[in-house]
């Protein structure tokens, strides 16, 4: 019960940083679009409990993108294409790194958060711009044509993701020994 109760407090604590850090992150601006800071606690949430705690912090992440207004852009051409990318980018993101932690977790604890902190934003990145492909072409070409582009794939990669997605990347890189730190303090305090 002391553990099922501990799990509850620290998935509720994770979350509690996720709408946070989002509802923060969202005045940091890189070109059209902020950077997802919370990636970070959402890898510490699944390393920490689990794959579905890393789900759920995900879906958090993509609940508070809605409610924020960070995706006002978007829903304004697609409603139900917006919450459809937002929330699975973010699920699939927490989903995703906490089942490549787990899977390596046992044998290198440090390759296993590393891992994970790549993982996360390709996987956020990537849901978003499959997205993008889905439910927003036609209006990404109108912004190519306007940017004088050509080519609105090109575009997407270059003008809509390009620097959130290094910059994401980095995030999660340089703070991937903090990650494995925070797992093992909180490993040996159960």
């Known amino acids: 019960m002391k553990t099922n109760t ?13 709408v946070v850090l989002q ?29 579905g705690a890393g789900a759920w912090l995900g879906l958090a992440f993509g609940v508070t993108v809605l409610i924020s207004g960070d995706a006002g ?27 490549v932690y787990k899977l390596i977790e046992s044998k290198n604890k440090l390759v296993a958060a590393i891992s994970a902190g790549v993982v996360a934003p390709v996987v956020n990145t990537g849901v978003f711009a499959v997205g993008c492909w889905l439910f927003f072409m036609p209006t990404i070409t109108e912004w190519a044509t306007a940017a004088g ?7 997407v990669l270059t003008g809509v993701i390009g620097l959130n997605f290094f ?11 903090a990650i494995v730190r925070i797992i093992n303090i909180a490993k040996k305090e159960k």
């Open 6 to 18: 501990r799990t509850i407090v620290g998935i509720g604590v994770m979350t509690a940083i996720v």
């Open 23 to 51: 509802l923060l992150g969202s005045f940091i601006k890189f070109g059209m679009f902020s950077i997802s800071l919370v990636l970070v606690p959402i890898i510490v949430g699944a390393a920490l409990y689990g794959i």
């Open 73 to 99: 852009l978007f829903l304004g051409i697609n409603p139900a294409g917006t919450v459809i990318t937002v929330l699975l980018k973010g699920a699939l993101a927490g989903l995703a790194a906490g089942v």
């Open 149 to 155: 582009k050509d080519n609105a794939g090109l575009f």
């Open 167 to 177: 910059v994401e990347l980095a995030i999660n890189l340089v703070l991937s020994t």
